[in-house]
């Protein structure tokens, strides 16, 4: 057994709690909790049956939306004079879609400390049993309730390229999946429900299937509800080559490789080995190249040009322009015999804003 008797040091205690099931909370939680001089609590009704489960008799008053305002500052003196207070939720991890932040910071910019205790946190466990993407994540809270409100909400959370995860009552939850499949579209979801309890469900499926279901059974409890990113097609190796060597004219290789990667959703090992940049800006007498690259026995020359539109782009490339790289290209060559068993390739591409077109071959050696 763990001693829970000890002496707090003066602070605010962000003390989570558990989201269903009595035994998901931490020793060091109750020890702050039987030790503290007071807890403030959502419902104390509620903290109550948690305080009765653990032999807590720490005196409990009330803090949340509706008395805020008028009992804060009381708050803060009792902490500039030593207090010890526990800052508890309903269930899980104050803060989170809960009451609390405006005493955390006038508590921190009255120069008192704030000492959060971990503990259960219901978008977290949701998270980690869903099977969501859990690299990026958007946490967005409760959607309003009013179908005007709910639409302005969501529309712009589809552009945000993360598992998006919410709050939701059970209620509104058949409404709230309609409102998603309309903004998002048929994302797949899941709906987490009575987490950590007897009757613990998540449920998988298309936001539209899933709001029928749920339209036909109505659930019970707090839900959590986690929307995936949305599908997005894999780059083709034409859309690659083409991004690297429009920005093979404004950064190195390594920065090109990077910048790939970050802006086409792929690994930076992949971008450097799609194509062996041999030459930037090769110039020679009666011509020049803006890239050559290899790959395999091919060899592409390669005129980038940038207009405001692609296809003024691609018209921007004279036949002077063709001229000069087969010079600098012959020159090229003649310089590295050993490439001369390589095939030879005349590309353009074209960049209008961060629109790019690949035109592999543009023309020929004979044009």
């Not at 008799?57 to 009330?62: D, M, N």
């Not at 940038?306 to 020159?331: F, G």
């Not at 310089?335 to 592999?360: S, T």
């Amino acid at each position: 057994m763990v001693d829970t008797t000890i002496t707090l040091e003066p602070g605010l205690y962000v003390t989570a709690t558990p989201i269903g099931n009595l035994g998901d909370i931490t020793y060091r939680a109750v020890a702050a909790l039987k030790n503290a001089d007071l807890i403030l609590c959502e419902d104390t009704r509620q903290t109550a049956k948690l305080c009765s489960a653990y032999g807590i008799e720490t005196p409990r008053s009330p803090y949340h939306d509706h008395n805020a305002e008028r009992v804060r500052p009381d708050i803060i003196k009792k902490l500039q004079d030593g207090a010890a207070i526990c800052l508890v939720s309903d269930a899980g991890t104050p803060l989170i879609s809960d009451p609390g932040y405006k005493l955390v910071r006038e508590t921190r910019d009255a120069g008192v400390p704030v000492i959060p205790l971990p503990g259960a946190c219901a978008l977290v466990s949701a998270l980690s049993a869903a099977g969501a993407p859990s690299d990026h994540f958007y946490f967005a809270g409760f959607a309003p309730s009013k179908p005007g409100a709910r639409e302005k909400f969501l529309t712009p959370l589809a552009n945000i390229n993360a598992t998006l995860i919410f709050y939701e009552s059970s209620s509104r939850l058949a409404a709230s999946l309609k409102a998603m499949a309309a903004a998002f579209g048929e994302r797949r979801a899941a709906v987490a429900r009575e987490l950590t309890k007897i009757h613990e469900e998540i449920r998988e499926g298309a936001l539209g299937d899933l709001a029928a279901y749920y339209d036909d059974k109505p659930a019970k409890g707090e839900l959590v509800v986690l929307v995936y990113p949305q599908d997005k097609s894999p780059v083709t190796q034409e859309e690659l080559d083409a991004f690297l060597a429009a920005a093979l004219k404004e950064m190195s290789v390594k920065d090109a490789a990077a910048t790939a990667a970050s802006n086409l959703d792929i690994s930076k090992k992949i971008a450097y080995a799609r194509f062996a940049i041999i030459e930037r800006r090769f110039r020679a007498h009666g011509g020049e190249i803006d890239i050559i690259a290899k790959r395999g026995k091919l060899i592409a020359f390669v005129e980038v040009k940038a207009r405001r539109s692609l296809a003024a782009a691609v018209d921007a490339v004279s036949h002077r322009n063709r001229q000069r790289v087969i010079s600098a290209a012959e020159a090229f060559t003649a310089r590295h015999p050993h490439l001369a068993q390589c095939h030879m390739r005349y590309d353009i591409i074209a960049v209008a804003g961060w629109r790019i077109q690949h035109l592999p071959n543009a023309w020929r050696y004979d044009d």
